[in-house]
């Protein structure tokens, strides 16, 4: 059925093309180029679809509809769905602007069983728009604001779910997005601007069920929740606000890598479920604000953090990370290391309660560079940029004494966070340079401590071409034959953190290293040393000294995994005859 225009020169085509359907447009001319427009339609079968075709005036203006409404009713059947085309000639964006879209009379926002649904198919505004109701979105473009926000209502059904396919905001919004309905989907959502304002904030939600594929804008301002899943958000400037994403895993809408990326963040950002895909922030997360993820933070995932952490992270998982959290992630230089200054609460499940990482905290607690095992919270670490070696999960511990001898194999320095060989395999350069240092000198020398002395005293000799190297994930291994009454001392040399602008890794407490050498980048060393068995009060020589020490700690020497007599007879012909270990 084809209405045409009528004589008053309202630039309006309303038509359909389904048979046996009535509609019945009603214009009411309100100043300019603005009208009102009321449809009414009658169907006697469940579905129709209505175009409204726009059209320029006589002198080439858009015209505008201030208040579009629906009047919806199914003359024979139960339930009537109507798909809806607002349409310029040739493909233009003929309507300028768009007050209301709604429902005359009204419609109950929480009906569950709908006997009417407004669906609209497409639709294209040049500038803004201020509210609009209806059942779902297919494509939309609104070249301005939307002012008064959107609601997306129940439809009739359990598997005709409420659904924003493509809509885009060029402008900002400035009222709330609410999908009241179960099961509501959002497939891709853009706003080119702002979400709400620091004065008025907004609320983008999508209620029990609901689900959220894209979502990106420049600031929000609000509340943002996605009650069942996310697959991705975007502020490319601040959030300031609550973010709720029950789970970030969403696959079959909305496109892009899973997860969330905020330049800016201030307020507390929260899931629940499953979690894939990284959390970015740009920015510090402010001391006021907190991350709670009440998952476990995956093996493929990372939280960053691009500047300080200030505020509060909570792991609300028992040994819940397994992936990476970095903070300083952009590389910013912190030489007094201060860019921690927050807490990272990690729930034990054993104790109950959380444990605490910061650096207000003592002993293994302390950060940046805490001494709890990575297997103590599930396999993953939090590194501060520049990343630092991990003393007690490297292998052997930085700080060791080998009691053990000589041995063939690999050492591993792990570190808070990934690292990489600057130039891969296109360089002879090793990662890492190695020092050997001599631990028994004849007299009447004496033997250096090696945690005190520079690499470039001449009793460190560079070995670094002895071994093999690698590098992967969080780990540098250095493999070959380590000998007996030396100390090893490992230094950063074509090592970087594997991270966007790679910071070279700075090796901040340890050994020695380079400090107080000339021409040289300061920097400390990871370090370790290797001495017999049998020398357990550690003077360097196998003598009665260490027959008393047994006598009040016993040690095992054959290996048995038990310290008796035998072991004892074997120190002690090693103390009368010599040591051959």
Same mark, same amino acid.
């Given at each position: ?6 004589? @008053? ?8 093309d389904?048979?046996?359907?009535n =509609? ?8 300019? %180029? ?23 005036? *006589? ?45 005359d ?17 497409q ?11 209806? !059942? ?34 060029a ?11 179960? !099961?509501?989907?959002? $497939? ?29 804008? $420049? ?20 959030? =300031? ?15 892009g ?8 963040? %201030? ?21 006021? @604000? +907190?991350?709670?993820l ?29 992936? *990476? ?33 910061s ?9 940046? +560079? +805490?001494g709890?095992?990575?297997? %103590? ?18 292998t ?14 690999? =050492? ?7 690292? /990489?060989? =600057? ?14 240092? /001599? ?5 009447p ?43 090893y ?22 050994? *020695? ?34 027959v ?15 310290? !008796? ?14 040591? %051959?270990?």
């Amino acid at each position: 059925m084809l209405v045409p225009r009528l004589a @008053s020169g309202q630039p309006f085509t309303v038509t359909s093309d389904d048979p046996g359907i009535n =509609v019945v447009p009603t214009f009411t001319y309100v100043s300019g %180029d603005t009208w009102d427009l009321h449809v009414l339609v009658e169907h006697a079968v469940s579905t129709a679809t209505v175009d409204i075709i726009v059209s320029k005036t *006589q002198g080439g203006q858009r015209p505008s509809l201030r208040d579009l409404t629906f009047d919806l009713v199914a003359t024979s059947t139960a339930y009537l769905s109507v798909s809806l085309n607002v349409l310029g000639e040739l493909g233009e964006v003929n309507l300028d602007s768009l007050d209301s879209l709604y429902f005359d009379p009204p419609y109950d926002p929480y009906e569950t069983t709908p006997d009417r649904e407004l669906i609209i198919a497409q639709l294209e505004v040049y500038d803004d728009v201020v509210f609009i109701e209806c !059942h779902g979105v297919g494509r939309a473009r609104i070249g301005g604001d939307l002012i008064g926000g959107l609601w997306l209502f129940e439809r009739n059904g359990f598997y005709n779910k409420p659904r924003i396919d493509d809509l885009v905001i060029a402008g900002d919004l400035f009222d709330d997005v609410w999908l009241v309905t179960q !099961h509501a989907e959002v $497939n891709k959502f853009t706003v080119g601007g702002n979400v709400g304002t620091a004065l008025n904030p907004v609320t983008v939600f999508a209620s029990v069920y609901g689900r959220i594929g894209t979502f990106e804008c $420049n600031n929000f301002f609000g509340e943002f929740r996605a009650e069942q899943g996310l697959r991705r958000f975007v502020a490319n400037g601040s959030f =300031v606000g609550d973010f709720y994403a029950a789970n970030i895993n969403v696959t079959d809408l909305g496109e892009g890598d899973l997860g969330a990326v905020i330049n800016d963040f %201030d307020g507390t950002f929260s899931t629940y479920g499953t979690l894939a895909g990284d959390i970015v922030i740009g920015g510090d997360l402010a001391s006021a @604000s +907190y991350i709670f993820l009440r998952s476990v933070l995956p093996s493929t995932s990372t939280v960053s953090i691009g500047g300080a952490l200030d505020g509060q992270l909570f792991m609300n998982e028992d040994e819940g990370i397994e992936g *990476q959290i970095l903070i300083n992630a952009a590389g910013a230089s912190d030489p007094n290391h201060e860019l921690w200054g927050g807490t990272v609460h990690v729930w034990d499940e054993a104790t109950q309660e959380f444990f605490q990482l910061s650096p207000d905290e003592t002993g293994d607690n302390e950060a940046p +560079y +805490y001494g709890v095992l990575s297997a %103590d919270f599930g396999g993953g670490a939090i590194g501060l940029v520049p990343f630092m070696y991990h003393a007690k999960d490297s292998t052997p511990d930085h700080d060791t004494v080998i009691t053990t001898g000589a041995f063939t194999g690999t =050492v591993t320095v792990e570190h808070y966070g990934p690292v /990489a060989d =600057v130039d891969d395999d296109t360089s002879t350069t090793p990662p890492v340079t190695v020092y050997q240092l /001599a631990l028994m000198v004849p007299p009447p020398g004496t033997v250096p401590d090696p945690r005190t002395t520079e690499v470039c005293d001449n009793r460190w000799t560079d070995v670094t071409g002895n071994y093999t190297y690698g590098v992967s994930g969080r780990n540098v291994t250095v493999s070959g034959t380590f000998a007996n009454w030396r100390a090893y001392q490992i230094i950063p040399n074509d090592l970087v953190c594997n991270i966007d602008g790679t910071p070279d890794v700075v090796y901040a407490q340890g050994w *020695q290293g380079t400090i107080g050498c000339t021409g040289l980048d300061q920097t400390y060393g990871c370090g370790f040393q290797v001495k017999t068995g049998f020398d357990l009060n550690q003077n360097q020589v196998v003598e009665s000294g260490d027959v008393e020490t047994w006598l009040i700690e016993p040690a095992d020497f054959d290996g048995d995994d038990n310290a !008796h007599v035998i072991d004892l007879s074997l120190l002690v012909d090693a103390a009368v005859n010599g040591d %051959d270990e």
